[in-house]
């Protein structure tokens, strides 16, 4: 599990970048200012799905958990003016409650993970999209008399803001800070050997006293809140609540989570691999992107080097 | 063998809840009254994917203009970006005998044959922005993608006077749409060889904003100076002007889109966000007054393409100008 496993890859990556640099582009602060916040949302996608995936389970749902998160903020606070004090408890608390419907179903009902988060997945876009109409909500609002435009909230600007300096993006710190909180879980609390436990050997942990059942509920709850999390992140960045933003977004959390070492079987996996996992499907896609590559060769280029990736880290495993 | 069974019950479960989710009811149309209905007549209105807000506000121009006519009733169906979904949904509407059928194909070939057999019963096709093969339908509806794009070409070229660099974000590149607005933006530009007007970065954003947010990042940073962004739909010109405001070089780059959605593309002008975007209309509108002259018994014409309008900072209040 050792952490140069894992950053090798993103090495390998940077490297890449300084030789085909995009006219000197990658070598500008700029570039690098960029990744960061071009990772965070998705970033904190992972952050959550490291915890599901090291108690043994999946969550598929993330991704439309983000767009309810987006959607449900932006109905608030764009919509209906409601205060950010109340609107951001109740999104983290509608994705918490989403996550542990999954938790529950996984846990309770015996229904596998996979099924269960699929089932999320496709109930939460729908509901995300009933809310919003099925269009997006943006500062303009359709009102009896017409169109009326209203001014962007506050909050949408200070989330989408630069701070210390303008040198960092507010959501790349609040993804520091979700790493961090998942960091305290997993490596200082008993919870986080609890979550290691179950993972690793479900019938043991739950004969050695572990409260499994709390345990996987916990983890797809934590999953959901910080999913709703980056989903108000989301919304801040595109100025507006799009029902249908974050498709697929699911799979690029997992990739970042696996392509850290952290084994899909549980268990065995670090929240700190997961941000190298993370800056390093970042900088693939940045050095992509700066270098004009057509979508075909991107896709088939990042598809390469993922397996590329897991496959050294497993050779170096043993 | 009992954790077997359980899973199996498990996928069934889920399956079950997928198509449920799926069956969701298309937006109603109007309530009618049964004398209404009596004397009235139905049209069947087969739209591929309500998720593209374009097509929610081809659904909205097509209910409201019926609205106008208290004879008419509206069946809608969503088949959800389903080529086979919504070949059954306009079975569905054959076998319910509507008097008349709408349709916004998701893909010529797999709706091609449906459309036909509604044809041939004597049931009149309006075939709305996207075709269908052959010849087997009443009157097809669309607006030309390729014009659009060559308008918003020489937008460009005289917004820059000729010479300046030049960002394309395209949509998803294997769709002709994509294609058409991308050629024509071309044939638009007409640059010559050294020409001082280039396109120094182009990018596939698939129609996502959030990704049109990202190369445009990539193109401010591998370029010191960017004049003008062409974005094949607002939403992607949207993203490339908060990628260049928050680096605070959007008061030196003019952004141009396409589609003009109320609340979306004219709303960013409106705003003072974009400089200048294109109407790709829906054709709603017009699909319910040619679908009046059908039912009338009249013949109108087998293929009718619409002209589109441009919203710029100066016309956006009086609500646009039409290019014919």
């Known amino acids: 599990m050792n952490a140069w496993r894992a950053l090798l890859p993103l090495l390998a990556v940077l490297l890449l970048g300084a030789v085909f640099s995009g006219d000197g582009a990658f070598f500008a602060w700029e570039t690098h200012r960029a990744v960061l916040r071009e990772v965070s949302v998705m970033g904190m996608l992972a952050c959550g799905m490291t915890v599901v995936i090291l108690a043994g389970g999946i969550d598929l749902a993330v991704g439309s958990l983000l767009a309810l998160g987006a959607v449900g903020f932006s109905w608030f606070v764009l919509r209906h003016g409601v205060s950010v004090w109340i609107a951001l408890p109740a999104v983290l608390a509608l994705g918490a409650a989403a996550g542990s419907v999954t938790g529950v179903l996984v846990a309770r009902a015996r229904i596998p993970a996979f099924i269960a988060s699929l089932a999320m997945m496709v109930f939460a876009r729908g509901l995300a999209k009933h809310w919003s109409g099925g269009q997006k909500i943006s500062t303009y609002v359709q009102t009896p008399t017409g169109f009326q435009n209203v001014a962007l909230p506050q909050i949408f600007e200070a989330l989408d803001a630069r ?15 979700s790493a961090l909180v998942v960091y305290v879980i997993l490596e200082r609390l008993r919870l986080g050997r609890y979550v290691y436990a179950v993972g690793g050997n479900y019938e043991a942990a739950r004969l050695a006293g572990v409260p499994v059942r709390r345990v996987l509920v916990f983890s797809y709850a934590l999953c959901g809140l910080l999913a709703a999390l980056a989903g108000i992140c989301q919304a801040a960045q595109e100025t507006q609540g799009d029902p249908e933003t974050g498709l697929g977004y699911e799979l690029d959390a997992i990739a970042m989570v696996v392509l850290g070492g952290t084994s899909l079987a549980g268990g065995r996996g670090r929240i700190g691999l997961t941000l190298i996992g993370a800056l390093t499907l970042g900088y693939l896609q940045k050095v992509l992107s700066l270098n004009a590559y057509s979508t075909e060769a991107r896709l088939m280029l990042t598809g390469a080097i993922l397996i590329a990736a897991v496959l050294f880290q497993r050779r170096s495993a043993r | 063998m009992a954790l077997v069974r359980r899973s199996f019950l498990g996928v069934v479960a889920a399956l079950a809840l997928l198509a449920c989710s799926r069956e969701k009811p298309a937006p109603a149309g109007p309530a009618p009254s049964a004398s209404a209905v009596r004397d009235g007549y139905v049209i069947g209105v087969s739209q591929c994917n309500l998720g593209e807000p374009w097509r929610v506000q081809m659904n909205a121009d097509i209910l409201k203009a019926a609205l106008a006519h208290p004879e008419l009733r509206l069946v809608f ?5 389903d080529s086979l979904r919504q070949r059954a949904q306009v079975e569905e509407l054959a076998a319910q005998q509507v008097d008349l059928l709408i349709i916004s194909p998701k893909e010529a070939a797999p709706l ?40 918003a070409g ?19 590149m294997t769709s002709t749409p994509a294609q058409d607005r991308h050629q ?5 530009l007409a640059l010559e060889p050294g020409s001082a007007l280039r396109i120094v970065f182009e990018a596939d954003m698939q129609w996502l904003e959030p990704n049109a947010r990202k190369e ?52 960013y002008v ?49 609500g646009g100008e039409a290019i014919p």
């Open chain 2, 184 to 188: 024509g933006f071309l044939e638009g």
């Open chain 1, 163 to 177: 701070v210390l300096g303008g040198q960092i993006a507010v959501v790349t710190l609040l993804f520091a800070a």
């Open chain 2, 270 to 318: 409106r705003q003072g966000l974009l400089d200048a975007t294109f109407q790709y209309p829906t054709g709603g509108a017009e699909a319910i007054d040619v679908a009046l002259r059908y039912l009338k018994g009249e013949k109108p014409e087998k293929k009718i393409t619409l002209g589109t309008r441009v919203f710029t900072k100066q016309n956006v209040a009086q």
């Open chain 2, 77 to 81: 169906k969503d088949a959800q970006n």
């Open chain 2, 216 to 267: 445009m990042e990539s193109a401010l940073a591998a370029n010191r100076s960017i004049d003008l962004v062409y974005a094949h739909n607002d939403p992607g010109a949207h993203g490339a002007y908060l990628a260049a405001k928050s680096m605070n070089r959007a008061d030196k780059i003019k952004f141009i889109g396409i589609d003009a959605l109320a609340h979306e593309g004219v709303a």
């Open chain 2, 112 to 151: 091609t044959k449906p459309v036909a057999e509604v044809y041939r019963k004597g049931i009149p096709v309006i075939v709305l922005d996207r075709a269908v093969e052959g010849e087997e339908y009443s009157t097809f509806i669309g607006a030309d993608n390729r014009r659009i794009g060559r308008e």
């Open chain 2, 154 to 172: 020489k937008l460009a070229k005289q917004m820059l006077g000729g010479k300046g660099k030049i960002v394309e974000l395209k949509g998803l």
